[in-house]
């Protein structure tokens, strides 16, 4: 089970962490991710980790997001700042299991005024 917590309203130029807690019966985990759906959009990879601590991000969100993540808690942070209108969406956390596949938490949302 993922729990996403975190999200809010927030001035643009502002910031926000999101975290994501994975409890119950977690294995393997190999990559932790962060997506984003804004209203009338595709939802699509914001930020990836993996259990090597290797990270990517989407190019949108380059040098204002920073992922992070405990391995010893499973637990998993999303560091926005800078942020802008354009980043108002619901953030879901995603946890991928070897031999197991991909979970997907409930999503928490993000709005950013302007």
């Known amino acids: 089970q993922l729990q996403a917590s975190g999200g809010g309203l927030v001035q643009a130029g502002g910031s926000l962490r999101l975290s994501c807690a994975a409890s119950?019966?977690?294995?393997?985990?190999?990559?932790m991710g962060w997506y984003r759906q804004a209203p009338g959009k595709q939802r699509g990879l914001v930020a990836g980790i993996t259990s090597g601590g290797s990270t990517n991000y989407a190019d949108s969100v380059k040098g204002r997001f920073t992922i992070s993540r405990d391995n010893a808690k499973n637990t998993m942070y999303l560091q926005m700042n800078s942020l802008k209108s354009e980043d108002t969406a619901v953030y879901y956390c995603t946890v991928t299991e070897l031999g197991i596949g991909t979970s997907w938490g409930q999503g928490t949302l993000v709005t950013v005024s302007s």
């Open positions: 119950g019966s977690i294995y393997s985990i190999i990559h």
